[in-house]
């Protein structure tokens, strides 16, 4: 497996109290162990190899770089194919002094204290807002027109400044159009919020990546289910990764990853297979603008004891480099574990990731039932969640959103346009029957709306549509729809019209329910001061009349 990939600061990586390796800047470093637990350290085009009889590994606190390196100039170093880390008396003095320390635990120390102290880096505004976006209570940026403008031009000019882009260049000659259009490249802006520098590099990395995977024909189009080959279609419906059917408290797509020691449905297939299924996913929730805005709530689940033998580094490094080039930004990092070396290693791979990603990263630690708990608590939905405790996957959600967008593919082929919509947002209207539609955030607010223009609405005929329009304009005013699930799943938006009557509907079962309410809470010996004297003569001698709990005499009907 890749334990570490990390080319920012000084970083210090051992074995049984042995310095493996240290990251500099200048140096791209991979560390990988494969099933002979042989450790290979790469410096640019040289390497070393070790081979060690134990997994244990360890992040230790940096130490000057001055005095980890022998006196060898950069240029002398890497000219030599042999140059190795040199181990210096301070460097084993260090590890004498914490010999006796429980390995895993000082591990996570350091690691959480170094998380810790990236966090207190920020000022107080950033951390802030970083730490309501892992809560699921942030906001999105305010992007005006003359906003947006501003940073589509600067964008321009940093993609002007970026000498080395080919596979951009080569998009630029298949479709111009594409490249340079401004939603595709405001996806970048809102994957970066809104750094113009950030977002040029992410751009020409978007489009090597997409060369690297997929080939040259997807260069200037959308990745389509179909491009995916019978292996990597069969490694989406094992539902290891999937796309939860509903959105977080604050609005964002869940994506899953689930691995359990006691889980034997998952098959091994090489990492480029698997990569190709990630990236698909990824770019399917970045074709949402709601999406693309909130960014994505991630869940990395590894319960039970970390299979090493079953470690594909391949797989573990590009995934984490992944988040350097989709057009999505991940807002929160869920890693779920039961186990302490797991959890150590989710901590090591997660520093491979951007320190913007990084930030976002919250540890859950115990039992199936517990992690659920506290994941709850952070907003996330688990009553969609698609594992149950004893490590079964469930994938009848995960089988509708394949057969959701093969129908969409179908439909693209025929008339080259489609409109359906994956995942409402919690401002839209559901024209649907059933509770959790009923208790969706954009029908409870309609809801809200309404029982304040009732009086309004049992007014004339005039008031009426007057309360009408004024709903429907309250929920257009929050960028809200009006949508209706149609056969395959997908939601569409309904016309004007019908969405008036859904708001006239909605106030008519609203009054209903006033007036039963009303009813209920009149007495039944209210109800028997009505019943007229002639009524009592009708009744045979000696038999009294019988009152129904539920309603009252003059409205049973």
């Known amino acids: 497996m890749t334990l570490i990939s990390y080319v920012c600061q000084v970083r210090l990586l051992t074995v049984k109290n042995r310095v493996l390796f240290c990251v500099r800047e200048e140096f791209t470093v991979t560390v990988s162990c494969n099933l002979q637990l042989t450790i290979t350290v790469v410096f640019g085009t040289s390497q070393s190899k070790e081979v060690f009889p134990s997994p244990a590994v360890e992040m230790v606190p940096a130490i000057s770089e001055n005095r980890m390196f022998s006196q060898t100039s950069p240029a002398t170093r890497d000219s030599n194919d042999s140059f190795q880390v040199q181990q210096d008396s ?69 993609l002007s400044r970026i000498d080395e882009k080919s596979a951009y260049e080569m ?77 977080d408290r604050n609005g964002r797509p869940i994506y899953v990853y689930f691995d359990c020691a006691s889980h034997t449905g998952q098959s091994f297939k090489p990492a480029p297979l698997r990569l190709r299924v990630f990236i698909f996913l990824w770019l399917m929730m970045a074709e949402d603008e709601e999406n693309q805005k909130r960014g994505v709530a991630t869940i990395v689940m590894m319960m039970g004891t970390f299979d090493m033998s079953k470690a594909d580094p391949d797989l573990i490094r590009e995934s984490s480099r992944l988040e350097h080039w ?151 005013a929050r960028s809200g729809r009006f949508l209706r699930q149609d056969k395959d799943g997908w939601w569409r938006e309904i016309s004007e019209g019908d969405a008036k009557e859904k708001v006239n509907k909605t106030f008519r079962t609203m009054k209903l329910k006033q007036s039963d309410e009303m009813c209920r809470s009149s007495s039944v010996g209210a109800c028997r001061d009505t019943l007229s004297s002639e009524t009592m003569l009708f009744l045979p001698q000696g038999k009294k009349p019988r009152y129904d709990s539920g309603s009252c005499c003059d409205c049973s009907g």
């Open 326 to 476: 989709l057009p999505l930004r991940t807002s929160a990092i869920h890693l779920c574990t039961n186990h302490p070396f797991t959890g150590f290693v989710l901590r090591t791979a997660a520093m491979g990731l951007p320190r913007e990603a990084r930030l976002r990263l919250k540890l859950h630690f115990g039992t199936f039932t517990e992690t659920m708990y506290s994941l709850m608590g952070y907003g996330i939905p688990v009553d969609v969640f698609p594992v149950r405790g004893s490590g079964i996957i469930k994938t009848t959600n995960l089988n509708r959103w394949i057969s959701k967008y093969k129908a969409r593919e179908e439909t693209l082929t025929k008339t080259g346009i489609f409109c359906g919509i994956d995942l409402p947002t919690r401002n839209d209207v559901l024209i649907a029957s059933g509770k959790p539609f009923q208790q969706h955030p954009g029908n409870v607010h309609m809801r809200s709306v309404e029982e304040s223009y009732m009086k309004q609405f049992m007014g004339t005929m005039l008031e009426r549509k007057s309360a009408i329009d004024t709903v429907y304009a309250a929920v257009k």
């Open 171 to 247: 998009a630029q000659q298949q479709n111009r159009a594409y490249v340079t259009d401004d939603k595709f490249r405001l996806m970048f802006l809102r994957a970066t919020a809104f750094h113009p520098q950030k977002a040029a590099v992410r751009l020409v990395a978007f489009f090597e990546g997409k060369l690297r995977y997929f080939g040259q024909e997807t260069l200037t189009r959308q990745i389509r289910l179909s491009d995916l080959d019978d292996d990597e279609e069969s490694v989406l419906k094992e539902g290891n990764v999937q796309i939860l059917p509903t959105r």
């Open 90 to 158: 301070i460097l084993e003095s260090h590890f004498q002094n914490h010999q006796n320390a429980d390995r895993k635990g000082y591990s996570s120390e350091y690691i959480d204290s170094m998380l810790a102290k990236e966090f207190t880096s920020l000022t107080v505004q950033e951390r802030s807002k970083t730490y309501e976006e892992i809560h699921g209570v942030g906001d999105c940026v305010d992007e005006t027109p003359a906003f947006v403008e501003n940073c589509l031009l600067q964008l321009d000019e940093e």
